[in-house]
């Protein structure tokens, strides 16, 4: 403590810098105005939506997950001044433009049909009686232009329409389930949940079994491995990071099929 210092004083000291005071920009950085739920803020111009609103003082409790562009929690819908568009885009991968007026949509509330997938066929029929809607699609293709992901949302709902589940599946791989699609259907179809039972079927009953996969797992259940499993449990620490050192590794680049362990005992 500092001397002939009231304890309170430093107390409120030491909170305002453990709570996060906004960081001091380095000199030169520069800022840009944006717009967050209609109020106007400065923010460094290299920052992510995200993060802007962060170093402006929002504290994300819902509408950010994993950060990394794959969840799909942190939709955010904005407009640029002077453009009449709406711009679709992942808070946490979109880098702040000057003048953007944004807000959040972090869920929003589609229908979503509740069914058990090991009870239902993996036909056109099912997806049909489950989600009947499918048939109000007007190809306006709005949902692929909201879609952050790019992927082709309408292609799949016109595949689904046609009965291809296979197709709808591949073509819907890529989306993380943010929900734009559905927020400006006029058709009011839930795209994202749909595709998802598309996948659901596809994985479960369409897509060809890994053969080698299915021989692998026959032979973990026949014991093929357990000898060789009891003899690493035995090892201590110094005999485990031998074996590891002096692992037989394949050599960098090496084409596919070219290279082979010498020791094949368990391939
Ligand atoms: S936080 Fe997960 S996609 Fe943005």
């Given at each position: 403590m500092a001397e002939g210092r009231p304890m309170q004083a430093q107390q409120t000291q030491e909170m305002k810098v453990a709570t996060g005071d906004r960081p001091i920009l380095p000199e030169g950085a520069r800022t840009v105005p944006i717009y967050i739920m209609g109020k106007r803020y400065e923010v460094p111009?290299?920052?992510?939506i995200m993060k802007a609103m962060e170093y402006v003082g929002y504290k994300f409790v819902?509408?950010?997950?994993?950060?990394?562009?794959?969840?799909?929690?942190c939709s955010t819908v904005y407009r640029k001044a002077g453009d009449y568009k709406l711009h679709f885009g992942l808070a946490c991968q979109t880098v702040v433009e000057p003048n953007m007026y944004l807000t959040q949509i972090p869920f929003y509330p589609a229908n979503r049909a509740v069914y058990d997938i090991e009870e239902i066929?993996?036909?056109?029929d099912s997806v049909y009686e489950l989600?009947?809607?499918?048939?109000?699609?007007?190809?306006?293709n709005n949902c692929t232009k909201a879609c952050p992901m790019g992927v082709e949302v309408l292609d799949y709902i016109s595949a689904l329409k046609q009965g291809d589940i296979a197709r709808a599946a591949q073509l819907s791989f890529?989306?993380?389930?943010?929900?734009l699609c559905a927020s400006r259907c006029m058709g009011e179809l839930p795209q994202y949940h749909i595709a998802q039972l598309a996948r659901r079927l596809y994985g479960k009953y369409i897509q060809p079994r890994a053969e080698h996969l299915k021989k692998r797992v026959e032979e973990i259940l026949s014991g093929k491995y357990d000898a060789m499993l009891e003899e690493v449990q035995r090892m201590n620490r110094e005999e485990l990071e031998k074996l590891y050192e002096e692992r037989e590794r394949e050599p960098d680049?090496?084409?596919?099929?070219?290279w082979m362990p010498k020791d094949i005992r368990y391939l």
């Open positions: 111009e290299t920052l992510t819902r509408g950010a997950g994993c950060r990394g562009g794959i969840c799909g929690a066929e993996p036909t056109a989600y009947p809607e499918l048939f109000r699609c007007v190809a306006c890529d989306c993380i389930q943010c929900g680049l090496t084409p596919p099929g070219a």
